[in-house]
């Protein structure tokens, strides 16, 4: 079993719809939880962080997540062209001086 | 951005040839990242550093040798380019509990 699994898509949705990403993790140790997005040909941008569990808002975005499952969101509302996108979901235990252990991504396309 | 560049942006080399990609950064971060991304793979960790002069391997560091002489400056080096490693590379930085990366590197080996 992998660390981090994650349903690489694509996804593909109208304007306007809730898009619902997600990746299920192995590992009970990962406490710090990231979303990043990663427009074509560019860097992965880092969209939204959590520690532990429970959520997070930013805008149209919400970051959930469940440890007892192991198990994280993420939701996009109102979703934009401009959305369009991969996400990519990481994990680690420690924070940001150790290693991230990344998902696969999830290719979005929201249609205008 | 978080203050990282990469140099070159693109690159075509031939195999069996040296090649190496520099990283820079403006913030005086002590941890810094090589990533290669490849499809199918996602993103795969190859060498950090911890400090000047303080790297260690990642899970895909075969064929790649890391230098950090300065705080700012990480440099991945492809002994002997093979055409395995043709993919898109990544420099990040580690800043509080996550990670910011650069625009990356396309490499391609002929």
């Known amino acids: 079993q992998k660390e981090v699994e994650q349903d690489p898509g694509p996804l593909s949705v109208p304007e306007g719809a809730i898009v619902s990403l ?3 993790y192995s590992n009970s140790a990962f406490q710090y939880f990231m979303w990043y997005r990663q427009y ?10 959590t520690y532990s569990s429970g959520n997070k808002e930013d805008g149209r975005f919400t970051a959930q997540v469940d440890k007892s499952s192991k198990y ?8 934009q062209p401009s959305d369009s996108a991969t996400y990519l979901c990481a994990m680690s235990g420690q924070g940001g001086s150790e290693k991230l252990v990344f ?4 290719k979005l396309t929201v249609n205008p | 951005d978080a203050g990282i560049t990469q140099s070159p942006r693109h690159k075509v080399t031939e195999t069996g040839t040296p090649v190496t990609l520099r990283c820079h950064q403006t913030e005086n971060h002590r941890y810094m990242y090589w990533y290669r991304q490849d499809p199918g793979h996602g993103l795969r960790l190859i060498h950090y550093s911890y400090g000047v002069k303080d790297t260690d391997k990642g899970e895909v ?6 230098s950090r002489s300065k705080t700012e400056d990480f440099l991945l080096t492809l002994e002997s380019a093979t055409s395995s490693q043709t993919s898109v590379y990544f420099c990040a930085i580690s800043s509080g509990e996550t990670q910011y990366f650069g625009p990356g590197t396309r490499l391609l080996v002929l």
């Open chain 1, 40 to 49: 074509s040909r560019k860097g992965p941008e880092l969209l939204m962080y």
């Open chain 2, 61 to 66: 560091s075969d064929g790649y040798s890391v």
């Open chain 1, 103 to 106: 998902g696969k991504g999830t």
């Open chain 1, 72 to 79: 994280i969101s993420l939701f996009i509302r109102d979703s």
């Open chain 1, 22 to 24: 997600n990746c299920t």
